[in-house]
């Protein structure tokens, strides 16, 4: 780790976050879990909550693709995604829905307010986000595609809006 000149857990832990909640909704393959995981370890994200079925840490398939990620990014269980995302409104956090839906704001188009913090949910493998957990939230926001399919992996559109709010918060104009 010295050597790629990573830093330590306790590093991670004192250093920085973006100000990026996940909040899974759903999720049913701890594989795509870990590797959400993996991915918020990649850029600091704040925190992860695992709602309703979604496995969580300690769970096998978890541990399996997130390689320690589970010990460094902070996270949490919620049994009902609805009041996981209600919770983060009342502490005045904006909830997206990342789904393509009428009206949803293109990722390359959305600008986080400010520096301020956010939460982003990502749905079930099959279905996406529940409409109930859509109706609470302050707008959505999607992945354009440009390709014969219409929808990605959750863990791949999770590296790839983990990756854009990274950019955006730190490398921002108004810095």
């Known amino acids: 780790m010295q050597e790629l000149q990573r830093m330590s857990v306790n590093d991670f832990h004192a250093a920085e976050k ?100 956010m939460a982003l949910v990502l749905g079930n493998e099959l279905t996406g986000v529940a409409q109930e957990v859509i109706d609470i939230c302050n707008g959505c926001i999607e992945i354009t595609q440009h390709g014969t399919k219409h929808s990605l992996n959750v863990s791949v559109c999770a590296g790839i809006v983990i990756y854009d709010m990274f950019q955006k918060y730190h490398f921002s104009p108004l810095e």
Request: proline residues 6%; aromatic residues 6%.
């Open 18 to 117: 973006i100000p990026l909640i996940l909040v899974l909704d759903n999720i049913r393959s701890g594989l795509n879990v870990g590797s959400i995981f993996r991915s918020a370890d990649a850029f600091r994200v704040q925190q992860i909550i695992c709602c309703g079925y979604t496995p969580a840490p300690p769970h096998r398939e978890v541990l399996k693709t997130a390689l320690g990620a589970t010990e460094t990014v902070a996270w949490k269980a919620a049994e009902q995604t609805t009041q996981a995302v209600q919770e983060l409104k009342n502490m005045g956090v904006k909830c997206y829905a990342l789904e393509q839906a009428a009206g949803s704001i293109a990722l390359h188009e959305f600008a986080p307010q400010n520096k301020q913090p």
